[in-house]
């Protein structure tokens, strides 16, 4: 019999609709039955593509005895994170707080009233490695709610006090200065290993957002140390196990399960990781000419449109780690990975020794069962480039035979907002209209299905699956990384309105999720109130909201001028200056954001009729400056432009032409592009 979830729009809720566990989403109508029958609230909370979140679903909310115990004592509520960020960042906050470490899935019980008194992640069915058994937590937590209530109440009290005190300002820390670039810079330097171009750390994630900044800052400061850590950074990730050598695109993460060992992935591919990697590689392309950053930024945004483009237009936001490999058997990595035979059987026996040694193939296997994942170790001798692009091509069209990882078909709009960036640029640096396009339909799928202009105003929504909006709030990532997508497509296209849509989420920032001093919220003020207001600056694997909406404030306002969205961006960049010297891995994307302020940032109006060559090439050339968050309009001279940028820009001539402002001062216009990339990079 299915549970309340078989409604859901989430893949992730809609894989436990059967479970015989008695789940509820997170409503009111749950914390009232809980009310009613006076037990806890179990949470439970993970995503499509969470590889403990199958295990401990299959050992436990499948397992029929576990189901009646929790159904007999809690109400069991389960959440996608992924869908309610609001609610995943205010307990996993309380987990940290409790025990040190997060992740998911993640296992709160709490009060009737949201308090939560005891936290968890992964429990296993029986008791091992110093962790409980599920079930031993499930009749501890039911023995202290039946006899020690008065305590439980007094835990659950404290641990909200303690949440709800812990109000973010940037009121008294000021703008980022030089200084605090510097720092930054300082402290990144010593946390790089040289030797292998990661940052230190057994669990290796990409630093995608760090690594923007870095790129800006050689930019505008010419600092040879700042590049030589992206290059050793991309070179690393690219020839490592976390890139998709067949297929392109990256893994989640990887890590040393021993020492020495070779990196593991963490097989999940997510589009926020890949719309952001694909732009960080296309910009050290634009920078440095970089062959490797071309090929990783192409073959990911071919990734992204081949394995995550919906029939709607947008992107999916995941496919699992997990897989069939060939057995019946679900398992990590399984589409993947290769042995020697597996090799042979495509290659023949040339070309797959080739194919070993090249992609670190070997007899006793990197992974598990004999199988390797596929990496590039130095190997000597001259590189074939054709052999092996036709090495590639041969076993990406077998490994498209295998049983292929689940997808989580759900469009998250602050993820397709990072992905509409990447695409539209790296199309316009690499004349790939084609995902211009496929940038254009998403941005199109976000306007037709996320943004709804009601009579209270406008709202974005969170999500949808099969063009249908689902029921949860957009959050302050989803307004700031939308806006984004919108700003660099209007840049890419010469189309005005999307820079109208940036500005509308933008006006919904300011007043909306916009406190004093400059804070910013990650909900809306009349939002669904929880214990706490979620809060947070600093990056995870996405940029953070409050960073996110200070980078596309400040391009907002570059763009029309606006005082009001310049002052909004300068106020919620003082919480770079308190965390950047301090903590530059964790709030990269408001370094980023920092950077562009530093510079300005510049101004390009770029007129002239859309057919004629020197209007493209003046616009290319602007779109290909490094400067940091430099912008750029596009447009005929004269008449009602749909670009402020473009008013009272005439032709120089009656030859097209290119205005740079920075910094309320304007130069001369050029009408050649190669002053134009000295204005540019000056």
Known sequence: MPNRLAQATSPYLLQHADNPVDWWPWSAEAFEEARRRDVPVFLSVGYSACHWCHVMAHESFEDDDTAVYMNEHFVSVKVDREERPDVDAVYMEAVQAATGQGGWPMSVFMTPDGEPFYFGTYFPPEARHGMPSFRQVLEGVHSAWTSRRDEVGEVA???????????????????????????????????????????????????????????????????????????????????????????????????????????????????????????????????????????????????????????????????????????????????????????????????????????????????????????????????????????????????????????????????????????????????????????????????????????????????????????????LEDYADVAEGFLALAGVTGEGVWLEFAGLLLDIVLDRFTGEGGALYDTAYDAEQLIRRPQDPTDNAAPSGWCAAAGALLSYAAHTGSEAHRSAAEAALGVVKAL?????????????????????????????????????????TALLAPAPGAVVAVGEAGGEPEFPLLRDRPLVGGLSAAYVCRNFTCDAPTTDASELTRKLTG
């Open 157 to 475: 009290a404290k641990i909200t006090r303690d949440l709800a005190e812990r109000e973010l300002s940037t009121g008294d820390a000021g703008t980022p200065t030089e200084e605090t670039q510097t720092l930054a810079l300082l402290q990144l330097t010593r946390d790089i290993d040289p030797a292998s171009g990661w940052f230190t750390g057994d669990t290796k994630f990409p630093p995608s957002m760090v690594i923007e900044f870095l790129l800006r800052h050689h930019a505008r400061t010419g600092s040879v140390a700042a590049l030589e850590m992206v290059e050793g950074l991309c070179g690393a990730m690219a020839r490592s196990s976390l890139y998709d050598q067949v297929g392109g695109g990256f893994h989640r993460y990887v890590l040393t399960p021993r020492p020495g060992g070779p990196l593991v992935p963490h097989f999940e591919k997510m589009l926020y990781d890949n719309a952001l990697l694909c732009r960080v590689y296309a910009h050290l392309w634009r920078q440095t000419g970089s062959e490797l950053a071309r090929r990783v930024a192409l073959e990911t945004a071919d990734f992204m449109v081949r394995e995550l483009r919906t029939a709607e237009g947008g992107f999916a936001s995941a496919l699992d780690a997990d897989s069939d490999d060939g057995t019946g058997r679900h398992v990590e990595g399984a589409y993947y990975v290769w042995t020697p035979g597996q090799l042979v059987a495509v290659l023949g026996e040339d070309d797959a020794e080739y194919a070993a040694r090249y992609f670190g193939v070997t007899p006793e296997g990197t992974f598990e069962r004999g199988a390797s994942v596929l990496q590039l170790p130095q190997i000597g001798g001259v590189l074939d480039a054709d052999r092996v692009k036709d090495i590639r091509a041969r076993l990406l069209t077998a490994r498209e035979e295998r049983a292929r990882p689940g997808r989580d078909d759900k469009i998250v709009a602050a993820w397709n907002g990072l992905a509409i960036a990447a695409l539209a640029e790296t199309g316009a640096y690499f004349d790939r209209p084609d995902l211009i396009e496929h940038a254009t339909e998403a941005a199109d799928l976000l306007v037709r299905v996320h943004l709804n202009q009601g009579a209270g105003g406008a709202r974005l929504g969170r999500t949808s699956k099969d063009g249908r909006a689902g029921a949860n709030a957009g959050v």
């Open 580 to 620: 950047g010297p301090r903590a530059p891995r964790y709030i990269g994307w408001g370094l980023a954001a920092v950077e562009a302020l530093l510079d300005g940032p510049r101004e390009v109006a770029v007129v002239g009729p859309e057919v004629e060559p020197a209007t493209r090439e003046l616009h290319r």
